[in-house]
């Protein structure tokens, strides 16, 4: 019996050891506090949506930038579809 004793302490202290590292007790804590919760959900939520932002705000400005170099290849076809949209953004962007 005491075999069995050491081999079940031996796994109840890999389990209180695992959760340990996981920090579960820290989890535990912001879950029952809802207003810790809250405001911590919500500075992420805000964090995601300004990266989000200049992310497209950078990648549109490129997209802008190979856009006007395709028009000055004068490709026929591209370069007129390319330079309508170029206008339009434009038009867009002073008003």
């Known amino acids: 019996m005491s075999i069995f004793k050491s081999k079940l302490e031996q796994k109840v202290d890999e389990i209180a050891l695992k959760l340990e590292k996981i920090k579960i007790d ?39 930038v190979l856009l006007r170099k395709i028009v000055a290849m004068n490709i026929p076809v591209i370069g007129r579809f390319v330079a309508d949209i170029a206008q339009i953004v434009e038009v867009n962007i002073n008003n």
């Open 26 to 64: 820290s989890y535990v804590e912001l879950m029952s506090d809802t207003t810790k919760l809250i405001k911590k959900n919500f500075v992420a939520g805000l964090s995601k949506g300004i990266g989000m932002a200049i992310g497209f705000t950078i990648l549109g400005a490129i997209a802008l």
